[in-house]
């Protein structure tokens, strides 16, 4: 394909680091605002957190915005050295990181956001600058030959709670989901939503049951830290339920989410890492112009 050919169907598309950019910040959106969620930020309340709100939790994504852009446009004029890129990436990320920070009086709102949505939109800008589709599978395996390389500019160790849990429980997180080509988000959450949009459900539906099925699958490092082993079976298998009692809207599930929101909330722990897939999944989903489900809303 020409340049030419290519600057041609980039107009026709509209696909610009910056259309990319705020497609993240709307998924991040759409995650916070979907309502109502098992002990995360929505509408409603705080859920399980005592330092987050719906309005911080906005806020911080509208605050993102130019990172997001800054990671699409590194992909977009990337050429084939993705060492380079990876370096490149790393910084903008750690700066997005300390901007998040600044922004939010010191509370992580989006570190999780940052690492995942940022491998995505940096793998679907450079993707779409050499004019392919933008199928979730291709997306996400992009974003995985970038995780899997090291970023030499980051620390060693972190002491985050979610590399604390990985280390003491022996699960991947949010590192090893990303090398693995992001598994809980095109073979379990984008499955999950079309499904439920494609038997009638409304678009608010559709979002909690993709969120569900996340939660069920996910060794969720924000449940592990908070709620050890036992809270991570015990949520998993609560999501699970409310599948198996026929998705959020069901009288019966709704009866098993608010018994599920009920436990997590007595437990204090919050799957924040679904929460960060879920996003990534809208995304990813907003991105596919292979599939012809519209994507309304509720």
């Given at each position: 394909m020409t340049t030419m050919t290519l600057q041609i169907q980039q107009r026709k598309t509209g696909l610009t680091p910056a259309v990319l950019a705020r497609q993240v910040v709307q998924a991040l959106?759409?995650?916070?605002?979907?309502?109502?969620?098992?002990?995360?930020?929505?509408?409603?309340?705080?859920?399980?957190?005592?330092?987050?709100?719906?309005?911080l939790m906005s806020h911080s994504a509208c605050t993102l915005q130019p990172v997001f852009a800054a990671l699409a446009g590194a992909g977009w004029h990337a050429d084939q050295d993705d060492d380079s890129l990876r370096q490149q990436i790393g910084r903008i990320g750690r700066h997005g990181e300390a901007?998040?920070?600044?922004?939010?009086?010191?509370?992580?709102?989006?570190?999780?956001?940052?690492?995942?949505?940022?491998?995505?939109?940096t793998a679907a800008a450079q993707l779409g600058a050499r004019g392919a589709q933008l199928a979730p599978a291709a997306v996400a395996e992009r974003a995985a030959a970038l995780a899997?390389?090291?970023?030499?500019?980051?620390?060693?160790?972190?002491?985050?709670?979610?590399?604390?849990?990985?280390?003491?429980?022996?699960?991947?997180?949010?590192?090893?989901?990303?090398?693995?080509?992001?598994?809980?988000?095109?073979?379990?959450?984008?499955?999950?939503?079309?499904?439920?949009?494609?038997?009638?459900?409304?678009?608010?539906?559709?979002?909690?049951?993709?969120?569900?099925?996340i939660v069920a699958q996910l060794d969720d490092t924000c449940v592990l830290s908070r709620g050890g082993k036992e809270g991570l079976l015990d949520l998993q298998a609560g999501a699970a339920q409310?599948?198996?009692?026929?998705?959020?809207?069901?009288?019966?599930?709704?009866?098993?989410?608010?018994?599920?929101?009920?436990?997590?909330?007595?437990?204090?722990?919050?799957?924040?890492?679904?929460?960060?897939?879920?996003?990534?999944?809208?995304?990813?989903?907003?991105?596919?112009?292979?599939?012809?489900?519209?994507?309304?809303?509720?």
């Open positions: 959106l759409d995650e916070v605002t979907l309502t109502p969620k098992p002990g995360l930020v929505d509408l409603r309340s705080r859920g399980a957190h005592t330092d987050l709100n719906w309005a901007l998040m920070m600044a922004a939010t009086g010191g509370v992580n709102t989006h570190r999780g956001a940052i690492w995942a949505l940022g491998l995505l939109v899997r390389l090291p970023d030499r500019g980051a620390p060693p160790e972190t002491g985050n709670k979610g590399e604390l849990a990985c280390r003491q429980y022996q699960v991947g997180g949010a590192r090893g989901q990303a090398m693995a080509a992001f598994p809980h988000v095109v073979d379990v959450g984008l499955p999950c939503l079309r499904a439920s949009r494609a038997r009638g459900d409304t678009e608010t539906t559709a979002r909690l049951n993709a969120l569900l099925a409310v599948l198996a009692a026929g998705g959020a809207a069901s009288q019966e599930g709704s009866a098993a989410l608010l018994a599920l929101e009920a436990q997590v909330l007595a437990r204090r722990v919050s799957p924040g890492g679904a929460a960060d897939l879920l996003a990534a999944t809208l995304f990813l989903d907003s991105l596919d112009n292979t599939h012809g489900v519209p994507h309304g809303t509720a």
